[in-house]
Structures are given as structure tokens and as C-alpha cells.
């Protein structure tokens, strides 16, 4: 019998002080008082209200380059465009608003497709286990040695050659979309592991047979079981991930194989870098933006860590 | 008369294929569960005793196809389930399920931490009693005061109760069936001391009120003492030595056994010292000695003994005992 | 008190308290006992009494968020509490030892046995490389290693939990200390070898002198290896007596109904109706302490004033001291 260094405190089971709390409430008390978590919470819920309300709020039309024409471009924040505008005469604030919903869509884009490949194969492997859960584990390690950008680079240059006079190329934002498209197809290998390795934990968990002393079914176990607890630490990937795909599409853009005709943060930085000594507001507020978002994210993700899994501290 | 459980010749060999710096390149075979048998007839309890690697908790878990055995018959009245166990027919499946439960041995970790224990005990009546529906409210409710909980606590979470709560909360479980078996697997080790007794006291009550039968697996004798009328000794995988309680306890005959009990410290100080000091350590159980597995730390060891593997033979009215040289 | 020695070691008033996020756990609330030269203490409760933290307090082991409030812990002439971290580390390992409850994370897995034990010594007393060695191998065979030359060479890893223990054993002998700490030695170890690691502590402390405060929750290993015993029981002294009044005329609630619920290796229960006199509820939670005495809300002779008052610990006769309002401790003025 090991004596915990801290006593748990036992609950009272007779009248009780508070209504019960199951195991995700209990996370979210946790959460609460975790100050980086919710710094980052506070940021994530900033960028997805500029993402929803910004473009009914934004002063100029993104597209609007009418400034130029009254050669107005890369000027400085004023009264007129409160954060500048940028080397086309494109306000730098409205842009930016617009940004958020793009940053936003690559990344929950990429992770959707990540988690649902991820989760399916790491979940077989973890599960069946045996020549299959080598087999996938394989194809995952296939996808985690290809230097993922270089990829990303080629494929979004390649892809937009062949498109050229095709009907394809009239599919708005085609170009972003492959891009999502690329970073959820090389993010779900460790999405996979992760889920390989709690299903792999879970299998073998007490009450795990439990259940399969009562009679449940496989897929009971599966579904009621194994996965609401496997949730916690694929959630907190789920958030890194997303922060590291808005990132990643930054930096593609930037290096100009981004989507000229969608209007992302590091698309914003593509365009305006050459004026940075003219016009340094049109990069630092993308990149201030980019900086804000991934931080945000990955604070959060701070936090989920520790909400899921409780430490004790003074 | 038939007993209710019976279990022949159960085995559970593991292949171990042991490569890196260390164990360099030997393979073996780890004999956990090594040709057991026992017989359990309705109301009585099985004491299963043994160190750490005797095979107590493997041959539970293999009784109940949470392992599956190698080979052996598992007769519940007569009638060989192990093929049912591991077999594809649900219905017959179930129909054995629902008479054999298991109560685990760390409360914390054999509930769904994130289901209530309304819930927890709602999944045995959905797999065997589905049609009952309108019914399982009141069970449940009947269920937590049989064992001791307030029902409307059941809304709650296993992370509110304590250690003893939940372990209530884990035999609540295995009865909602109505079994006619339970194994449980050390139930009271990770409790306090202080609430040991009340757990204890509630199986015995339970069995003397449902006439359950159980497999009562532990490595500590006083508990065993307390609850079991009869108790099989495990070592490296064998029963040595099987009886009723009373005699094993008072008249050991096999080595290991009386070096068992007289392990165990007695509190009461200056208690004459008993003990039959054993030499060395369990060896590993891929390096099984040849002839009896115990005879390197026997005292009393014969040169019969490295050479040939007793049987299991009676050594009284109540016991048996598998050694040459017997006490 | 044993004797008309001056005790070896003396707790007094210890106090320790975890700041936890939830609040103030008072896992050590007050706490006296006394070793004398050449004696062993068992120290008995269960978990959650303290007895692990007060152990380790002793030599300002606990870590945060435990920390040491209150009291005085005097060996040897120093108060232990006060004295720097320079000088304590030259006590601990040299003049007051520990061994620990799980042997498999109480040795270094990365170092060799030979590498940890030397290391000690070295430090300890500063000798050669090999004069260190030779003790260790020394220490090895007193501890009933067999082939101690090559088993320094070895890894924890490739030892078995017993003699993981044994190598535990050795380290803290290594500088020869006055006393030695052991918390729940033997609890993760099968009974047949818990029962020689016994053997084997007894037997050294006979031989080396020693004296020692044995840990645990183990009535029946007090039984064997105590001449005292202290019971605890959340953060508090219940009692303290020698052994055999423990366990033949015990005084305080608490000590009585734990020495009668626990079930009887020597004693048949095939009868009509087996019943063991078992504790009702559970040990309190710590962060909401009860005003008055921990043990009132489960006690059978709990009387109104023992929720209100907090008794203190008084003598009942020569060497046995209880702490109970029932059975005349006066209550303490603040708790």
C-alpha cells in the first residue's frame, strides 16, 4: 500500500456539497486554474471572433486597392486606415481580419483530416494489434520521414502548373485547399501514435475487462470505453496541431507558393516584406497576428496538459 | 453430487523469446498456470494463495476467458464452458458470463472513471437482461444497498468515493447478474486496514445471504483464513497443497505452505517463533528446477525430490498435498 | 521512557502541513516520540496517518508542498530543524540512515551497485576508490548477498526485488549510523522474503547496535521487530507503549478496535457466523480536519466533547502514554 506523500482529500457521499461533476467538468475546474491555459483559451476565442464578426466589422473591403490610386500606398497608420496600408494600397487592418478566417480554416481544416485518418489508423493498429498494427505503423513512419515541406512546396507548385487552363482552376481557393489538404495528410502520423498508444493502454485497462467479463460487445468497448478516454491527449494534439498547420501555411506562403487569391496572414508577409523598411506595419501586424494565434493555440494546449492530467503544486 | 465449479488440468504456457545484452538469446517457456484443478461446490470459498508469479491471478483470469488457456476444462455443474467462453455463440456465451463474476483488485482502475456508478452498473443489466429495461432502476438501487451505498449516490462519479466505496461499488457489479461463482482478485489489499474489515465482513454476509461460491484470490493469509473454507496453495504454477481451511492452516503439509504461515508475522509480540526459514529466493519461472520446482529452498528436500515431480496426493481426509517428503 | 538514557532521538510538536492548491492538509499535526540508544520503535498507522511524513521529515526529506511548521526534532544533541543543509547532509547517509518502502525506485537504475555504494562512502569519509569498494563488498556479505564482488558490478535492474531491498539495506549501513529510518521496508516484497529481510534487520541491529524506527502498517511486523510502538492516526499520537502493552492492554480506541478487526492467521473463523468487529467509516480528510480528535466520528466510546476538544497526549503509567479524553488526556488549548 503506497502512503501518498499528500493525503487525497475523500468526498463526502452524504449530503452533497455540489452537484457531480464527471470527469470532464472536473478537467474544465482544472483548466480554470491553469493561468497560461486560459490566457490561451482567451486568445483562441479573440482570433475565432475576429474570424466570425471581423468581416462584417472590417472598415475597407480586403480587395479595395483604391488608396494606390490616391497614392496612398504603404502609408502609415492614420485616422483613415488605423493600421496603414500596404504596398498594394490594400488597408492593412481589413486584410488582417481577413486573414483570421483563412488561419483558421487551414488549421481545423488540416486537423479534421489529420484526426479522422489518424484516429482510424492508430486506433486498427492499437486495437487489432499483431501484423496489421505493424503494417499501418509502417505506412505512418513513411509519411513522418518525407521532409514534409519540400513536399508541400512541390506538390502546391506542381499542382498549380497542371491546373493552368484546366476547369479545375476556376475552384476558388484550390490552391489553399490543397494546401490544407497536404498539411492533414503528413500531420496524422503522430495523431495515430497517440491514438495507437492509449487504445494500446486501454485494451488492457481493469476496467476494460471489466466489460468483457460482463459479456459487452467489441464494439461497446470500443465506443464507450476505449475512446472517451482515449479523447484527452488526442484533443491537446488536436490544438498543437492546429497552431503548427496555421503556422506551417504561413510559412509556405510566405516563401510565395501560398494562394495568391486567398487572403492569408502570410500571404500578407509574402507581398510586403521587400517594403519592410518603408512600410514595416504591413508585416509586423501579419506577423503579429500569426505570433498571437499560434501562441494562443499553444497555450491552450499548456493547459489542456495539465487540466487532463492533474499534478499536485504548492 | 456435482460441484458446482470444477476445473481440471488448466494450463497457461507463455513463449518467452528472450534476445538483447542482457539474457543473451535464450528462450523459454513460462509455465503460469501448470496443469490446475480444483472443485467448488455452491457457499464455499476457494482460497487462493501464492507469492508474486505463482499463478494465482492467471488462473483466475483464464477461468473467465480473460485469458485464454492453452488447455483444461472449466465445468460449471458438469458441463465443460471453456469452449463456450471462447466461442463465437453470444447467447451461449452470455448464458455462462452471467453465472461467473470477477471482482478486481484495484478499485480505482476497474470502474470507467468517466461513468457514473448508476451507469457502471447498468452495463451487466444491458447485456444480459435488455428486454427488463423498466426494471433496472430498482436493482441498481437494491444493488448499492445491499452493499452498503446510499442509492442516490449513484449519480456520482468513482473519483468522489473513496477506496472502499468503489471496491463496494466493483462487488455491486459482479452481483447484478446473479451469479452463482465470484473470483475476486485481491479486494481488499488496496484498502486501509481500518476498512478491511467491513469489506470483509460484507462478502461473508453476502454469501451467507445469496449462497455464492468463491474463488478468493490473495496473498494475504488472514484474510484468507477469515472468508475461505477451503484454500489451494500456489506455487510456480501448481497447486502443492489443497485443503480444508482449518487443517492447511493448523497441520501444513507441504514445506512451502508451512513456510508460508509461518511468514507471516502474528500480532502478538514474543509469539513462539515457528518459522521454517526458506532459503533463497522464487526462482524464475522461465528456470524452473527440475523434479519438485521447490526443492532447492526445501529443508526437508530428498533426492527423490530433484528427480521426480510429485503428484498431488492426499495427506488426510481434507487435503492434499504434492510432496515426497511431507510434514 | 526506556531507561534513564537520554534518548537518541526526540521528536517533539512536529508539524507538518502540505499548502495545497485545495487548501491546508495537516498531514502531521503535532507529533512526540522518543528512541532510545539501542531500541527500535515501530511507528504504526495507516496511510494517510503521517507516519511516512514524519519519518521523512526527519531528516528534511518531504518534499513541497510539505513543509516543516512547527516543532523539534533533537539527535544526537542537535536540533535537527535548525541545523543547515550542509550539516545535515553530513548526517544523513552517516549518522542517521533510511530505507525505503519500494526497492526498485530507491536505487539509481543507470548506475552500477558498486557505483552507488562507493559514491556514499566516498563522500561520506572521503576514502580511495578501492578501499570504498571493499567495504561495499563488506557490507554485501552482512546483508546476505551471496558473490558480493560481482554484484557490485551489477545493475538494480538485473537484482530481484529481495535483494533489491538488501542492497537498500547495505547503503544504509555503509557509515555505520547510530539509527536507522525504515519506512514500510518490507511491504512490496512476498511475504517468504519479507519474513528474511526481517530476519535480517533484526540480526544487524543486534549486531551493529543500532537503533531503529520501523515504519509501517503491519501490526504484526511491529509485533515482531518493535519495542515500542507508536499508533498513528491522521497526523496524530494515539498511543505509545511498549509492544507488549500494545498489544495486550491497549488504551486507546482507535488502537483497540484496529487490534480486533483484523482478521487472525492463528484463528479459526469456521463457524456459524463470521463476523470480524470492523471500523465503521473511513479515515477523515485531511484539508477539512475535525476540530477535536480525528478518530470521534468513528470512535464507539466518542463522547460529545471529543468533536469540540483535542486531546492531548498525557501519561497513563510508566512508559505508556495515550492521547484520548476518554481515558483522562486533558484537551489542548489551541489545536
Request: glycine share 8%; proline share 7%.
Amino acid at each position: 500500500m503506497d502512503a501518498d506523500l499528500v493525503p487525497a482529500a475523500s468526498a463526502e457521499t452524504t449530503p452533497p456539497r455540489r452537484p457531480p461533476s464527471g470527469a470532464w467538468r472536473q478537467s474544465w475546474h482544472r483548466f480554470r486554474r491553469n493561468r497560461a491555459g486560459m490566457i490561451g483559451l482567451f486568445l483562441v476565442v479573440l482570433v475565432v471572433l475576429t474570424a466570425i464578426i471581423g468581416p462584417f466589422a472590417a472598415p475597407y473591403d480586403p480587395n479595395d486597392n483604391s488608396a494606390m490610386l490616391r497614392g496612398a500606398a504603404n502609408a502609415a497608420p492614420s485616422a483613415r486606415n488605423w493600421l496603414g496600408t500596404d504596398r498594394n494600397g490594400y488597408d492593412v487592418l481589413s486584410r488582417a481580419i481577413y486573414g483570421a478566417p483563412t488561419a483558421l480554416a487551414v488549421g481545423l481544416g488540416a486537423m479534421l483530416i489529420a484526426s479522422l485518418i489518424g484516429v482510424l489508423v492508430g486506433g486498427v493498429a492499437g486495437y487489432i494489434g499483431g501484423f496489421t498494427d505493424e503494417a499501418l505503423m509502417r505506412g505512418a513512419e513513411f509519411f513522418m520521414i518525407v521532409p514534409v515541406f519540400v513536399v508541400i512546396l512541390a506538390v502546391v507548385r506542381l499542382f498549380g502548373i497542371i491546373v493552368v487552363g484546366t476547369a479545375l482552376e476556376r475552384i476558388p481557393n484550390l490552391n489553399l485547399m490543397t494546401i490544407i489538404l497536404l498539411l492533414g495528410l503528413f500531420s496524422w502520423p503522430q495523431i495515430a501514435r497517440m491514438t495507437r498508444a492509449e487504445f494500446l493502454r486501454l485494451r488492457h485497462a481493469e476496467f476494460v475487462e471489466a466489460a468483457r467479463c460482463i459479456g459487452t460487445t467489441r464494439r461497446e468497448i470500443l465506443f464507450r470505453h476505449i475512446l472517451p478516454n482515449a479523447l484527452p491527449p488526442l484533443i491537446v494534439l488536436v490544438a498543437l496541431g492546429i497552431g503548427g498547420a496555421i503556422l506551417a501555411e504561413a510559412m509556405v506562403s510566405f516563401l510565395g507558393f501560398g494562394d495568391p487569391k486567398s487572403i492569408s496572414w502570410g500571404q500578407m508577409l509574402f507581398f510586403n516584406y521587400q517594403a519592410l523598411k518603408v512600410a514595416p506595419w504591413a508585416c509586423l501586424v501579419p506577423g503579429a497576428a500569426i505570433f498571437i494565434t499560434v501562441l494562443g493555440f499553444n497555450l491552450l494546449a499548456d493547459g489542456l496538459t495539465d487540466a487532463f492530467n492533474p499534478r499536485l503544486r504548492a | 453430487m456435482t460441484p458446482l465449479l470444477e476445473v481440471r488440468g488448466l494450463r497457461k504456457h507463455y513463449r518467452v523469446a528472450k534476445r538483447g545484452m542482457i539474457e543473451r538469446g535464450q528462450s523459454g517457456v513460462v509455465r503460469a498456470v501448470d496443469d490446475v484443478s480444483f472443485v467448488l461446490q455452491a457457499g464455499q470459498t476457494l482460497g487462493l494463495v501464492g507469492e508474486s508469479g505463482c499463478g494465482k491471478t492467471t488462473t483466475a483470469r483464464s477461468i473467465l476467458d480473460l485469458v485464454p488457456a492453452d488447455a483444461g476444462e472449466i465445468l460449471l455443474d458438469g458441463r465443460d464452458v471453456r469452449p463456450i467462453l471462447a466461442g463465437t455463440d453470444r447467447t451461449a456465451m452470455l448464458a455462462v458470463r452471467r453465472r461467473m463474476q470477477y471482482v478486481f483488485q484495484d478499485p480505482y482502475l476497474s470502474l470507467n472513471p468517466r461513468w457514473t456508478i448508476n451507469e457502471a452498473l447498468r452495463e451487466p443489466l444491458r447485456v444480459h437482461a435488455p428486454q427488463h429495461q423498466r426494471d433496472w432502476d430498482g436493482r441498481i438501487a437494491a444493488l448499492l444497498e445491499t452493499v452498503g451505498l446510499e442509492p442516490r449516490n449513484g449519480v456520482r462519479y468513482p473519483h468522489e468515493f473513496s477506496g472502499g466505496q468503489r471496491q463496494r461499488v466493483g462487488i455491486a457489479r459482479a452481483l447484478a447478474v446473479e451469479p452463482d461463482v465470484v473470483l475476486l482478485d485481491e479486494p481488499v489489499s488496496s484498502l486501509d486496514i481500518s476498512v478491511r474489515s467491513q469489506i470483509l465482513n460484507l462478502l461473508a454476509a453476502l454469501q451467507d445471504q445469496l449462497g455464492v461460491a468463491y474463488v478468493y484470490i490473495s496473498h494475504d493469509l488472514s484474510s484468507v483464513r477469515f472468508i475461505s473454507t477451503h484454500v489451494a496453495v500456489m506455487y510456480l504454477g501448481r497447486i502443492v497443497e489443497i485443503g480444508a481451511v482449518d487443517e492447511i492452516f493448523a497441520r501444513p503439509r507441504h514445506h512451502y505452505t508451512a513456510a508460508l504461515i509461518s511468514a507471516i508475522p502474528v500480532p502478538s509480540p514474543g509469539a513462539v517463533d515457528r518459522r521454517v526459514h526458506l532459503r533463497g529466493e522464487v526462482p524464475s519461472a522461465m528456470n524452473r528446477p527440475t523434479g519438485c520446482p521447490f526443492h532447492p529452498r526445501c529443508a526437508a528436500a530428498l533426492p527423490i525430490c530433484r528427480e521426480q515431480d510429485p503428484a498431488l496426493q492426499p495427506m488426510g481426509p481434507k487435503t492434499q498435498a504434492a510432496c515426497h517428503n511431507p510434514a | 521512557m526506556a531507561g534513564q538514557l537520554a534518548p537518541l532521538l526526540a521528536v517533539e510538536g512536529l508539524k507538518v502541513h502540505f499548502h495545497t492548491r485545495d487548501g491546508v492538509v495537516r498531514a502531521v499535526d503535532g507529533v512526540d516520540f522518543q528512541v532510545a540508544p539501542g531500541q527500535t520503535l515501530g511507528i504504526v498507522g495507516e496511510s494517510g496517518s503521517g507516519k511516512t511524513v514524519s519519518s521523512l521529515a526527519l531528516l528534511r526529506l518531504a518534499p513541497p508542498p510539505a513543509r516543516i511548521v512547527a516543532g523539534r526534532v533533537l539527535f544526537e544533541g542537535e536540533d535537527l530543524l535548525r541545523q543547515s543543509d550542509k550539516r545535515l547532509a553530513q548526517i544523513r547517509g552517516r549518522r542517521m540512515a533510511m530505507i525505503f518502502q519500494n526497492p526498485a525506485t530507491s536505487l539509481n537504475p543507470i548506475l552500477s551497485i558498486g557505483q552507488q555504494l562507493t559514491e556514499i562512502l566516498r563522500w561520506h569519509t572521503g576514502v580511495s576508490r578501492q578501499a570504498a569498494l571493499d567495504r561495499a563488498a563488506e557490507l554485501l556479505a552482512l546483508v546476505g548477498i551471496s558473490d558480493p564482488a560481482a554484484r557490485l558490478r551489477q545493475y538494480p535492474h538485473e537484482l530481484s526485488g529481495g535483494m533489491k531491498q538488501r542492497v537498500g539495506i547495505a547503503r544504509a549501513l555503509l557509515c555505520e549510523p547510530a539509527l536507522l529510518l525504515a519506512d514500510e521496508p518490507t511491504t512490496a516484497l512476498d511475504v517468504t522474503i519479507q519474513a528474511q529481510i526481517l530476519d535480517l534487520l533484526a540480526e544487524l541491529r543486534q549486531r551493529l547496535a543500532m537503533s531503529m524506527v520501523l515504519v509501517t502498517h503491519d501490526m504484526g511486523v511491529v509485533a515482531r521487530m518493535a519495542d515500542r510502538i507508536t499508533v498513528m492516526y491522521a497526523g496524530r499520537v494515539c498511543e505509545t507503549a511498549d509492544a507488549a502493552t500494545i498489544f495486550n492492554a491497549p488504551q486507546h480506541p482507535y488502537t483497540r478496535a484496529l487490534l480486533q478487526s483484523m482478521p487472525r492467521i492463528d484463528h479459526s473463523y469456521s463457524g456459524a457466523r463470521r463476523v470480524l468487529p470492523s471500523i465503521a467509516g473511513r479515515p477523515p480528510d485531511l484539508l477539512h480536519a475535525p476540530p477535536g480528535c480525528r478518530f470521534h466520528d468513528r470512535c464507539p466510546e466518542a463522547a460529545p466533547e471529543c468533536r469540540r476538544v483535542m486531546p492531548r497526549e498525557h501519561l497513563l503509567a510508566p512508559g505508556h502514554s495515550v492521547s484520548c479524553l476518554r481515558r483522562g488526556s486533558p484537551g489542548e488549548d489551541a489545536p
